[in-house]
Every structure is written in structure tokens, then in C-alpha cells.
């Protein structure tokens, strides 16, 4: 496995994968989202993290596979939240990747700032891709009037569910991660990497103190108890993470314990 700047984004090799983060845009979080913080504990995080506020990035991941093979995990938000996003395409007009050669769009879950790139005016943008995600996913958003919904509609008869653990080829399964959705799913890269979607939405706020559930979870008490063993396999296992709203410019990253919380580490 080695780091190495590709198109200006960061990549990883696991295995006979390339995985590019691609950052589709941004924004911030409002003091509200994480309503167990009081003001003064919310202002000594974000100090501490070298933060004025919840700023977040809207993360996705294009996949290179060594047999040719090409995936995306989420499409960012694309037009639904305005001119906050929509980066996307051309970052991977930048790997020389156009719509049609994406396989696969496997999607962690269906919240628009992870959906919202998959549809513009209602139709497909990947218009050759299989839509991938757990299938206690799909009732949540069916018929739904936002980008989740509208990604399913326009991708009917070409979507495959899977459950916990699916072997998904090329040494990549699906870990179900209930709670922030009831179908939210991260993936593992065989042993060694693992992408953790919206199991944190702010590092800066939840690492600290994992229990510090956000308000965009459908089930707060699942997605805490979902983060808290996801975080405790990371650190127990020495994985290298990745997630969906992971600041900066170094998008893979170990974690350590830290103070009754975790830190984030180099790789
Ligand atoms: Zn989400």
C-alpha cells in the first residue's frame, strides 16, 4: 500500500484497487446538529481542532480496479444544496473518467449530499452504472421527494440490495452501519482499509466524545452505539479510514485513543 498525489486528490492502493477521495463541495454545520454539546464545550472542540465552526466536505470515492473495473461510493451533493457543491465531475473528468464508464455506483446511503450527484433534472447521470446499497436502504427513500428518492427512481431495474458483510468482488464487502440511516453502509478493503461514511459527521466534535450523536441520525441511540464499535474496531485493529466528511487533505488516516475519545493519526 502506498499514498501518492494523483489529479490533486488523495489516493490509496489497497490490494488491486486505487481509490481516490473526491471532494464534491462543502459547507457548515450549525451549532443545532449537535444538540448534546453546550455552547461553551462545542467552542473548546472546535478550538482545539483549529476550527472557527463545523465546517464539513462532502466526500465521494472513485475506485480503480487493476482488471479495469471502475466504481463510485456516492456522488456528492451535486446541484441539490446550490452552488455547495458539484465538484464531481470534474474531478473525475480529471482521472479521465466520463459518466458512462462508471460500473458501479455503490452508495453508502441515500441523504442528498451523498445522492444528490446521481441525478441531474431527474435522469441518471451514470447512465451505465449499477446502483449498489443495503437493502434496508431502499424503503427508507422509495417514492421519497429528495435526491435519495429520485436517485432510486431514475436507476429502477438496475439496482442490486445487499445485506451485512457482502462479498462485492475484488476483495470489497459492504459493513452495514445502521442507525444514521437504517440502511447506511460503510465498505472494507480487505483487511486493512475501511471507508466509514457518516458514522462522524464532525471529527472535531465526535472523536472527542463518541456518544455525541448528530441530529441528521434517523436513530440516534443505534448510530451511537453503530459509531462507538466502529471506532473501537478501527483503533483495536489498526485500520486505515476513510470517511465521508473528513476534513483536510489527507483523506486516509489511522485513530488513536485520546482522553476517553479518539484522535485521528497519520497513516
Ligand atoms: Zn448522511
Redo the contacts with the bound molecule.
Sequence with gaps: MSAHASSAAATWRVGGTEIACLVDGGGRFGADVFPSADDETRAARLAAAGLEAIDTVYNAYLLRHDDGGIDLVDTGCGTAFGDAGGALAGQLAAFGIAPAQVNRLIMT?L?G??AGGGTRDGAAVFPEAELVLHAAELPRWQGVDAPGGRLLAAMAGRIRTVADGEDLGRDLRSWHLPG?TPGHMGLRFGEDLVLVA?ILHSEAMQLPDPACASR?DDDAATATRTRLAALEEIVTRGLLWSGSHMLGPGKFARLTRDAGGYRRIAP
Design positions: 446511503h441523504h449530499d451523498h444514521h457518516d441528521y
